[in-house]
């Protein structure tokens, strides 16, 4: 297949980020990646562009950085709260999950930061009470550690059942009581 030379204007995924030069498929390039924008044919005038779009991509990687490193600082210090249903053996409801701990931390942060669940790795399910750390990943080269505390919410245990009538407990044991 007749590939050809272009330059992205944004990125984009397998294939590459903003002012990279990547050989696609023809077809690709002109029904595509052409008549959305997000591509340039390599001349010698887009080449010259392409200095410009390594400056931009710079400075917006570098803001990201930043960003990302404050936010890190602040995640590093903070230390949830968060609760956990058990029943009455202990034993938990379900688990935490990584948009249970985006959420809480959306309003821990004051609804003014987003982070996507994705970015959050849990090592194992929390599925008990204590202290966990969970990793959050804010940027390629960022990342950040989340302290949890969780709290196990224990219920009551259901009051005793009334006692059946001693007897069968099978179906066939059952079965053949009721047509005797």
Known sequence: MPTTEIILTEKIANLGVEADIVKVKRGYARNFLFPQQKALEVTPATLKRLNGLKAKRAAREATEMNDANELARKINKLKINMELETGATGKAFG???AADIADKLKAELGGKIEIDRHK????????EGGEHEV?????????AKLKLVVKALGQE???AAP?????????KAKHKAKHN
């Not at 959050?120 to 599925?127: Q, S, V």
């Not at 990793?135 to 990342?143: A, D, N, P, Y």
Request: aromatic share 4%.
């Open 120 to 127: 959050i790795h849990i090592e194992h399910p929390i599925k």
């Open 135 to 143: 990793s959050i990943k804010l940027h390629h080269e960022v990342t």
């Open 157 to 159: 245990a259901p009051a």
């Open 95 to 97: 688990s935490i999950t």
């Open 163 to 171: 006692a059946e009538e001693a007897g069968p407990k099978t179906y």
